[in-house]
C-alpha cells in the first residue's frame, strides 16, 4: 500500500490572465460601450458588487484534484461543470502499472495521534488484502466494494469562473471537511494571485495550518 499527500495538478495556460480582459470586453458588449482601455481589475469589481456575475460564465478554468474518494463526492456535487475521474470499475490497482498495491491519501488529522493514525492505516491495509484477494476471482468492479473512502484519485474539474467563486465559498470555510480546505485554500490564493479581481473577496478560514495546505503543480 503506498500512501501519499494530496494535490492539485493546473495546466499553466489555464492561468491566463487575458481571461479577465476578455470578460471586461464580454460585458461591454451590454452596453454597446467598445473595447476597454482601462483597468479590468476595477471594471470587473464593479461588475460582481453589482450581482452581475452571469458575465464572468464566459471563461473557465479546468484543474485536477488528486484526493480522496470521500472528499471527491463533495466536489461532484457541484453541477454546473465538467467532471472525468479515476474508474475503480476499470482501474486494476493488482496490475504492473499500479505497482500492484492501491494508493491512499493521508489524513493529516491524524499525523499527530499514534493510536488513530495506526488503526487508519490498518484498516486500509486490511482493505488492500481483501480487494487484492476478490481479485483473483472477479472483476475490478466487483472488488471494489471494500476500498477505503481513503482511496486516491484524480478528478478533472472544469467550472466557469462564477462558479469557482461559489465552489471557494463553500469549500475554504471553516464549515468544510479540513480535507477538503486542505486542497482549495492553496487553489484560491492561486487563484487570486492570477484573477484577481474575480477572487479576492471570497473569505476562507486563516487559521487552518499553512503548513497542511496540498501542493499546487503546475503542469507546462
Known sequence: MKIIQPAVKIRTTELDQNKTINLVNYA??????????????????????????????????????VIDRGISNQIVRHRIASYSQESTRYCNYALDKFENEITVIEPFFYLEREKEY???????????????????????????????????TELVTTYNLREWRHFFSLRCSEEAHPQLRQVTIPLLMLFRDIFTPLFEDIDFDINFDKSNYAKIIQIT
Do not use: M
Open 28 to 65: 461591454r458588449v451590454c452596453y454597446q460601450s467598445g473595447e476597454y482601455s482601462g483597468d479590468p481589475g476595477v471594471f470587473l469589481n464593479r461588475i460582481i458588487k453589482k450581482g452581475h456575475e452571469s458575465v464572468i460564465e464566459h471563461e473557465k478554468v479546468t484543474v485536477t484534484f
Open 118 to 152: 495506526q488503526l487508519w492505516k490498518a484498516a486500509c491495509q486490511q482493505a488492500e488484502v481483501a480487494y487484492l484477494e476478490l481479485l483473483k476471482t472477479g472483476t475490478p468492479e466487483e472488488a471494489r466494494a471494500v476500498l477505503p473512502n481513503s482511496l486516491k
